[in-house]
């Protein structure tokens, strides 16, 4: 059968290169041990965990949030904010306010002591990964979304849950 001028032959991927993964891999360890490291100054200096710290200095920029958008913000489920912010309001660093004409509507804002500790501490390091990212040209995001993807899938950790990185909340 005849190939067609158009039909090019498949090629079988090239192995990576070892001085590539071994890149990667020193990459990934930098990363992740600049959030680990900073999870533990936080906690340490503020008694907070990281994503606490995040979700603080968010309600900081952004205002009252609802806990959907809370959740948008940080990049995790409903259901993982709704942890944090029952952590953070037993601390008294956030409160649930109600709007007047709709109880059901509720959003969460910083109380004063929770505004002093959100303006005195630093950048949390989840939100600096997230905000570096979404700063990327969006082709750059997608073949790193791509390739993270086809990570996650090599080592079988699809079904592994992840809220934030180094706390339940």
Known sequence: MARSARTRPRRTPRPARREDTAAI???????????????????????????????????EAEGPLAIGALAAALAVHQSSVSLLVNRLEAHGLVRRVRRAGDHRYVHIELTRRGAALAADAPEAAQGRLLHSLQQMPARDVAAIRRAVDRLVEAMEAADVPARFFFAEA
């Open 25 to 59: 891999v020193q990459a990934l360890r930098r990363v992740v041990k600049a959030l680990h490291t900073y999870s533990q100054d936080v906690r340490h200096t503020y008694g907070l965990t990281g994503p606490q710290l995040w979700a603080l200095k968010t309600l």
